[in-house]
């Protein structure tokens, strides 16, 4: 009698072989270019679309840019200088611009400036914009000069009607419109001014807290959860407050709380100050992350970044250990950067959904020339190459998909604009009609 088995074996095949992530460096803008100094003149949303502001090559005046579109002048025409500070979700950009006709507060062609006040040149009227939600709102004010009031503005929607308001800052909005801002306001000539905290066009503090508290630092997440500081003027103790929860009750004494973000999970990042000994502490939740690290050393840490996976970065100095950039537990600055104190510097930009953080750095083993970086990819090197000795560079914004936004100067290229964008790896597949039949003959007697 005879027997034939067919036996498949499938097969796993790569679709490339690949140990790290490739990156793509694109160079939007290059030459005599100026670069804007302000923060806020810089995004890139969650899909990698930047929004930036800079000079034409030899050019004079700023101006607004999505991707390597000049927004100002393609709505508004030559001879406007824009600014853009924010993009949505939709891929819709944000900006403030000015021409000899008016100032603008645009999002892509529609202008909410002429909106509200029509065309003016009124520097009482002159407009910053921060944020635009996916509506196409945009979060922007009208600047305070010569004793002329502040008007903070959803769209055409005024925010600060019925309150005189002398100092203003557009903390937070999500991507549903809801804002979370801090102003010097009062609502009669009587009063004196205080700081609150507003929730869209609702003085959130005094509803909270009930006359005599401020509130500082709110950040708001997709959900409307607010996470935010406050107190007493009589007391002047800060206390960290999750919506109307005060989270901060019954810990030991804290001299002081900022709040740096909240993400769509819930968990939160701030910063505690303690004096006696003085101590910097950097907090996910209610858990103290840094004082696991330091121990009961001195040691000053901050600018925690916090993720929607729940990753955060942060930076500390310490006496002992130096400055140092931290993911989570772990050091990720050192073996690049150095330890000195007085010689290395951060700057971070964020972290992207795969938990990467976003930053740029120097220190004494870059000989003291700015490097930017993914997690511990050095974008600098891989884009210019080993012979970057000497020049600049700096991180402007990050994305969600991890793409990154950055300048550097150098004596071969001269000024150059960079999107670094991840090419994603390649996995392993395993396709149902791919095998291999194996005839395998046995004799049985």
Same mark, same amino acid.
Request: charge should be negative; glycine fraction near 12%.
């Given at each position: 009698?005879?027997?034939?088995?067919?036996?498949?074996?499938?097969?796993?095949?790569?679709?490339?072989?690949?140990?790290?992530?490739q990156?793509?460096?694109?160079?939007?803008l290059?030459?005599?270019?100026?670069?804007?100094g302000g923060?806020?003149?810089?995004?890139?949303?969650?899909?990698?679309?930047?929004?930036y502001?800079?000079?034409?090559p030899g050019?004079?005046?700023?101006h607004?840019?999505?991707?390597?579109?000049n927004? &100002?002048?393609?709505? +508004?025409?030559?001879?406007?200088?824009?600014?853009?500070?924010?993009?949505?979700? +939709?891929?819709?950009?944000?900006?403030?611009?000015?021409?000899?006709?008016?100032?603008?507060?645009?999002?892509?062609?529609?202008?909410?400036?002429?909106?509200?006040?029509?065309q003016?040149?009124?520097?009482?009227l002159?407009?910053?914009?921060?944020?635009? &939600?996916?509506?196409?709102?945009?979060?922007?004010?009208?600047?305070?000069? #010569?004793?002329?009031r502040?008007?903070?503005?959803?769209?055409?929607?005024?925010?600060?009607?019925?309150?005189?308001?002398?100092?203003?800052s557009p903390?937070?909005?999500?991507?549903n419109?809801?804002?979370?801002?801090v102003?010097?306001?009062?609502?009669?000539?009587n #009063?004196?001014f205080?700081?609150?905290?507003?929730?869209?066009?609702?003085?959130?503090?005094?509803?909270?807290l009930?006359?005599?508290?401020y509130?500082?630092?709110?950040?708001?997440?997709?959900?409307?959860?607010?996470?935010?500081?406050?107190?007493?003027?009589?007391?002047?103790?800060?206390?960290?407050y999750?919506?109307?929860?005060?989270?901060?009750?019954?810990?030991?004494?804290?001299?002081?709380?900022?709040? @740096?973000?909240?993400?769509?999970?819930?968990?939160?990042?701030?910063?505690?100050?303690?004096?006696?000994? @003085?101590?910097?502490k950097?907090?996910?939740n209610?858990?103290?992350?840094?004082?696991?690290?330091?121990?009961?050393e001195?040691?000053?840490?901050g600018?925690?970044?916090?993720?929607?996976?729940?990753?955060?970065?942060w930076?500390?100095?310490s006496?002992?250990?130096?400055?140092?950039?931290?993911?989570n537990? #772990?050091?990720?600055?050192?073996?690049?950067? =150095?330890t000195?104190?007085?010689?290395?510097s951060?700057?971070?930009?964020g972290?992207?959904?795969?938990?990467?953080?976003m930053?740029?750095? @120097?220190?004494?083993?870059?000989?003291?020339?700015?490097?930017?970086?993914?997690?511990?990819?050095?974008?600098?090197? &891989?884009?210019?190459?080993?012979?970057?000795?000497?020049?600049?560079? =700096?991180i402007?914004?990050?994305?969600?998909?991890?793409?990154?936004?950055?300048g550097?100067?150098?004596?071969?290229?001269? =000024?150059?604009?960079?999107?670094?964008?991840?090419?994603?790896?390649p996995?392993w597949?395993?396709?149902?009609?791919?095998?291999?039949?194996? +005839?395998?003959?046995?004799?049985?007697?």
């Amino acid at each position: 009698m005879r027997t034939t088995a067919l036996i498949l074996i499938f097969t796993a095949i790569p679709l490339a072989a690949s140990s790290q992530t490739q990156w793509v460096h694109e160079v939007l803008l290059q030459g005599d270019i100026a670069l804007s100094g302000g923060q806020f003149d810089y995004a890139v949303n969650k899909d990698g679309i930047p929004v930036y502001s800079s000079s034409k090559p030899g050019g004079a005046l700023f101006h607004a840019w999505r991707y390597r579109t000049n927004l &100002d002048e393609a709505y +508004l025409g030559p001879g406007t200088e824009g600014f853009a500070t924010a993009i949505n979700d +939709l891929g819709h950009a944000a900006y403030r611009a000015r021409n000899s006709a008016s100032y603008h507060v645009m999002v892509e062609g529609h202008d909410y400036f002429t909106d509200v006040f029509g065309q003016s040149r009124d520097p009482n009227l002159d407009p910053g914009v921060r944020y635009v &939600d996916n509506n196409d709102k945009p979060f922007w004010s009208t600047e305070r000069q #010569d004793n002329y009031r502040i008007r903070v503005f959803h769209g055409t929607d005024e925010l600060s009607a019925g309150y005189e308001v002398v100092d203003f800052s557009p903390d937070d909005m999500n991507r549903n419109g809801d804002s979370v801002w801090v102003a010097n306001v009062r609502t009669n000539p009587n #009063d004196s001014f205080s700081y609150d905290l507003f929730r869209n066009n609702v003085d959130y503090s005094k509803q909270i807290l009930g006359s005599g508290s401020y509130g500082y630092s709110p950040r708001i997440n997709d959900n409307g959860d607010v996470i935010w500081s406050g107190g007493y003027n009589a007391i002047g103790d800060d206390d960290l407050y999750l919506n109307g929860q005060n989270l901060t009750t019954g810990m030991p004494k804290i001299d002081g709380v900022v709040p @740096y973000g909240i993400n769509n999970k819930g968990d939160f990042v701030w910063v505690g100050f303690e004096h006696r000994p @003085y101590k910097q502490k950097v907090y996910k939740n209610m858990t103290d992350i840094s004082t696991p690290i330091f121990g009961d050393e001195a040691y000053n840490a901050g600018d925690p970044h916090l993720s929607d996976n729940g990753d955060v970065v942060w930076t500390a100095d310490s006496k002992s250990t130096g400055r140092r950039l931290f993911h989570n537990a #772990d050091d990720i600055s050192s073996s690049l950067l =150095g330890t000195n104190t007085l010689s290395t510097s951060f700057t971070i930009r964020g972290i992207d959904r795969n938990g990467n953080a976003m930053w740029s750095g @120097y220190g004494a083993l870059t000989s003291g020339l700015p490097h930017v970086y993914s997690g511990q990819f050095d974008l600098t090197r &891989d884009a210019l190459g080993p012979n970057f000795t000497w020049g600049n560079a =700096g991180i402007l914004a990050g994305g969600d998909n991890g793409s990154v936004l950055w300048g550097a100067w150098d004596s071969v290229n001269g =000024g150059r604009l960079y999107l670094s964008t991840p090419v994603p790896e390649p996995g392993w597949i395993v396709p149902l009609g791919m095998a291999i039949g194996i +005839l395998i003959r046995r004799r049985a007697k």
